[in-house]
């Protein structure tokens, strides 16, 4: 049996957006995304849980510093808290801000920060949109 | 290759009374504890559906919460602020058991999910849950 050591950080920040498909008419945005159409949008705080996994380094004993894996989470979150992402995040002009399109856009900036070797790799983005809703993300290959 | 899961959380009140029919209340209390009361009790069930399923382009959803919510109220409506064993008819042949009850939501999201449902866990107490999923799709260890 082998074993899986994890390690998980959490962040929460609000933001604000709106489900909206610029291809469609606004009765398929709204029969499609309800609500979540509304003009001006709405928002929400999100809870996101990173999970790396890997092995402890001999010396320090960790995965990854907390305290790096913290402002790594703050940069790539920067486009993030407290805005609205239809317009202020550039990934989302023309993509719809869902909780799985979001998760994997996070996703994409973390990996691009670890990129993942023996010691510390992506696991899992674990995303809540609300306390009743999450999205959980990953890929095999990274 | 990509991972997403949908998980959403939903709450229902019910009541049950543990006991095999035929025997006395003394023999059912020897077995079942004060969960054969014979007034039967109740509890606060919090069910968590995970559906998993591809990120629509378009829509950027991968699982709806519609269509988790269609699939998942009615169940809901059907067990909320009931006495199990007497008013849903399943549980009259069935003990109103965690394990029961979470296979019986199982055979019932199937039916609206299909494969895409891959694993529900069902809370009774806050020290108790249950899980329920099939092996072959729930190849996800996170």
Known sequence: MGYRKLLTKRMDFSASHRYWNPEWSEEKNKEVFGKSASPHGHGHNYALELTVEGEADPETGMIINLYDLKKIMKEVLEDFDHKHLNEDNPHFKTLVPTTENIARVLWDGFKERIPGDERCRLYRVRLYETRDMYVDYWRDED | ?142
């Open chain 2, 1 to 142: 290759m990509e991972h997403v899961t949908v998980t959403k959380t939903y709450r229902f009140s019910a009541g049950h009374r543990l006991a095999i029919k035929g025997l006395t209340d003394e023999e059912n209390f020897r077995i079942f504890d004060t969960c054969s009361n014979p007034g039967g009790h109740g509890h606060d069930y919090y069910l968590e559906v995970k559906a998993a399923g591809g990120i629509d382009p378009v829509s950027g959803f991968a699982v709806p919460e519609s269509a988790l919510d269609e699939a998942v109220m009615p169940v809901i409506e059907e067990l909320d602020y009931k006495r199990l064993d007497i008013e849903v008819s399943y549980f009259s042949g069935n003990q109103p058991t965690g394990e029961n009850i979470a296979e019986y939501i199982w055979k019932r999201l199937r039916a609206g999910l299909g494969k895409s449902l891959v694993h529900i866990r069902l809370s009774e107490t806050a020290t108790s849950y249950f899980e329920f999923y099939e092996e072959e799709t729930y190849p996800y260890e996170r």
